[in-house]
Structures are given as C-alpha cells and as structure tokens.
C-alpha cells in the first residue's frame, strides 16, 4: 500500500496534459521496465508494455488502456501582465479561483487563477460562478517580463499538492486518470510473478480527454483480441443522485451498456464473484467519454469493457480516491486475465 501511495503521489505531482504528456511518461516508464518484456512509445506518444503468455503462439492479446493525460489549461491571450485562458478538456469552473498553477513557458511559472473583479465584470456575469473567460492568471511579474517568459499557447497545469485524507483516501489534481495508471502497474507486478496464458499489453494513453487519439492508434497498432478502458467514474457524496454515482471504498465498477461486451461483461461478473471482490454495475445508455469508445470501432471490431474507479470531484484539482478501490481493480484485472485460456474467445458471443 505504501509503494502505491508514494507511486501514485509521485504521479498526480507531475504535469502532463492532454497533447503534452511527455513530462509524466518516463515515470511510467521507470516503474513498468522492470515488469515487463518489452516498452514502447507509440507514434503518438502512448506508452505501450508488453508481457509475453505462455500459450503456443500466436496467442490471443487482451489490451488494457488507462490514460496518462489530465485535463488543464492554456494562455490564450496576454494582458498587462496577466494570462487569458481557455481550457483543455472539460474543467468544473466553480473551483477555479485561487487554485496555484504551473505556467508552462521559457520556464515553469508559479501563478494563481484570480477572477476579474465582480464590479468590473459585465452585467449578469459577478452574481454567481465567474465564467473561464473572465478569469487570469497572475504571475506576479512586470508586463514586460511576462512577455518574455510567456507565449499564447503556453500549457498551464494545476500545482495543488497532493495530500492524505482518512480513510486511506488521497486527494489532488489528475487522479482521472492517474489512479487507473496505479491500478494498472499493480496488475503488471502481480502478473509478473503469475503464469498467464494470453499476451497482455498494458498502455498509458494519450490525449483521451481530448480526441481519444491514444487508444484510437494504439488499437489500431496492436489489434488485440480483447480491449479493456480503466478509467476513473463518478465517487458518491451527499446530494449526488445514487444511480449516477458509486461509493467509494466499495469496489470498482464495471460499465453496462452499448461500449460493453455482453459476454465479456458477465465473465468479469463471475470472476469478481469467484474471488470476492466488491464491484458495482454501471449502467449507462449512451456512449461515454472513455478509451472504449475509440478500441470498440477500431478495424472489425474489438469486444471491450469498461473498469470504474470511483472518484470524487472529477475535473477538479482536487479529486479525491480510496487506495482501496485502486489496489481492488487491480486485482480484478489481475484474477480475470490469469484465468484466460487459450478457447476464450471461441464462447464469446453477443448475446444481450
């Protein structure tokens, strides 16, 4: 558990939003190099591990994609000193102000998001949430040094520091994804130590909140016989609707619906039931925002599933996560692939 913490820590302190990911891929890197065969960068800047089976070749392949990127920020304008913004992937502006971030220009920046006064503000626009577009960042440099330091196009990322909250609950910035990130290199060094039957190819995707282009190409690159998006969902708390959202420390939850195999649903069913692992359905009607909707579509099709986490906050710099629900997901996808033979696919059909 302490290894975890201090990987996953070390992981949501590091920038590396989305269409800028280099910074937190050689962590990645360092900690999956000694438990896999074989680590690659894709064309697009996935990170892809390799584990070789033990079944004749060639051998099935399940694919598990947990994205690396984060949602964030970009300097789209400079005035007298102060940063314009826009956002990154989706961001819950109520939280904005006075969050400390990282200006990413001819060097890293500190700064603090400050909204324009509410008396300067259109009317109708200082009476309740400050729109993104109102909002600035301060740097606290001269104008004429800003415009030296800093260009329209500059990433800026959340600079919350990560801290531990009771109950084995951590919380900060980028946990969606990071903590999938965590999961996943716990599966690898479990399966490290355990014989599995089917190639596995773990991938740190890029740019997920923003084009799914990571799991689109990386898909597409290594065709597997199985897809599985570990991603965050949505964490309970009070007021939340209890059909929309998990409890945290109670499991991961796996998804039902159109991205989702029947029969690869109900076989991760029967393995968390064999092995006692506490898990939630999620049912959603739709197509959600997730690396399955880009590995389901890829060539003829790729039968896929979706692994929860639940998360509280989500798309703020302060998300919070149980270890539990981490380490538990993990195991889950550890059990299920350990138990894979060489026939699976021939008794997966869809039937819903």
């Not at 923003?210 to 009070?238: C, E, M, N, R, W």
């Amino acid at each position: 558990m302490t290894e975890l913490l201090t990987f996953l820590k070390e992981l949501i302190s590091a920038p590396g939003i989305s269409g800028y990911e280099s910074a937190v891929r050689p962590l990645i890197e360092k900690a999956w190099g000694g438990i896999t065969d074989d680590l690659r960068v894709s064309q697009l800047g996935s990170l892809h591990g390799f584990q070789a089976g033990t079944a004749p070749e060639p051998r099935p392949s399940i694919l598990v994609a947990a994205h690396m990127d984060a949602i964030g920020l970009m300097v789209n304008a400079l005035v007298e000193g102060f940063l314009r913004l826009t956002s990154i992937g989706g961001i819950d502006v109520r939280v904005l102000p006075g969050q400390m971030v990282t200006v990413h220009g001819r060097q890293d920046l500190p700064g603090m998001i400050v909204p324009t006064p509410a008396r300067l503000l259109p009317a109708g626009a200082g009476g309740g949430i400050v729109p993104l577009e109102y909002l600035l960042v301060d740097v606290g440099l001269l104008p004429e040094e800003v415009s030296g330091l800093v260009r329209v196009g500059d990433p800026v990322s959340f600079a919350q520091p990560p801290f531990e909250t009771a109950g084995e609950t951590l919380t900060g910035h980028t946990l969606d994804n990071r903590a999938s990130i965590a999961a996943l290199t716990h599966c690898l060094e479990t399966l490290r130590t355990r014989p599995h039957a089917w190639d596995v190819w773990a991938v740190a995707t890029v740019h997920e909140e923003i084009t799914l282009g990571g799991a689109y190409t990386s898909a597409f690159q290594l065709h597997p016989s199985l897809a599985i998006a570990l991603d965050v969902t949505f964490g309970s708390s009070p007021g939340s609707p209890s059909h929309l959202t998990f409890p945290m420390g109670k499991g991961p939850t796996l998804m039902w619906g159109p991205n989702v195999h029947p029969a690869f649903y109900n076989s991760f069913k029967e393995v968390a039931e064999r092995f006692e692992i506490p898990i939630s359905m999620e049912p959603t009607a739709l197509p959600v925002g997730t690396d399955a909707v880009a590995m389901q579509v890829i060539a003829e099709g790729i039968p896929s599933i979706v692994i929860g986490i639940p998360l509280r906050y989500m798309h703020t710099p302060v998300e919070m996560v149980a270890l539990k629900d981490i380490t538990r997901a993990g195991r889950l996808l550890t059990e299920f692939i350990a138990q894979l033979d060489e026939n699976f696919m021939d008794k997966l059909s869809w039937d819903d």
